[in-house]
């Protein structure tokens, strides 16, 4: 059982928590609506620190999550990675509550495998399937930090499910990891504005949405320690 969850519920608010070690993702907010996730610490959970599924109307702010470099999830392949830090998907539905009208915003996100991603399951198509998709989702002003994978990776979403809309990539510090800073599913391209962000590596090249307004190199923290885990208050600039 997962930590903290918001099942079949409208109007929970989960704020002010140390959710650590567990075993299944640390915060899930599913088949849920009006969801405030706010300033918590979220480190070392199985699989997802915090988890968005089938959830609408969500407000993930001001949140702490860290990933410790020796701790990894072993996957149904069985090889090994870490914990993904904030996830969005329409998993397993079967209800009316889907990744719709969500923000992402002022988040320290430390490590782990990917900062803030979307991962499209396709292994279900009962009911309206078409309707398994991704929409109205702003992300500003969050750090990601030293990621395994990527700093932002959103899976492909292509027929016969609606194509993505309105997403807003702002105003972030984006760290990339061994693959990248942004991965996007190619045909999505024409959902995303992406302007006004600090690429920590370099700017993001090849195939991608238009990126306006960048700014790279490194971004001059604040704070002494910049490790896993140390107090998001250092990444002020």
Known sequence: ??????????????????????????????????????????????????????????????????????TRVKTCNGNSRQT?????????????TLANNILIANNVLQGGHSGIGYWQDTSYNQGSFERNTYSNIVIAHNVIFNPERYGIDFDSVSSPYNAPSNVHLLNNIIDGGSDG??????????????????????????????????????PQYLGPNLGIGSNPENFKI
């Open 1 to 70: 059982q997962d930590a903290e969850g918001g099942v079949f519920n409208d109007g929970v608010t989960i704020k002010n928590n140390t959710i650590y070690d567990n075993w299944g993702e640390g915060i899930s907010a599913f088949d849920s609506k009006n969801v405030k996730i706010l300033n918590n610490k979220v480190y070392n959970n199985y699989s997802v620190n915090i988890y968005l599924d089938r959830t609408e109307n969500a407000t993930v702010v001001g949140n702490h999550v860290y990933q410790e470099p020796n």
């Open 84 to 96: 993904r830090s904030i996830l969005i998907a329409n998993e397993d539905w079967t209800t009316t």
């Open 181 to 218: 800073s942004l991965k996007i599913g190619s045909g999505n391209f024409g959902a995303w504005t992406i302007s006004n962000n600090h690429w920590v590596d370099a700017v993001p090249t090849g195939s991608q949405p238009s990126l306006a307004n960048n700014t790279t190199g490194n």
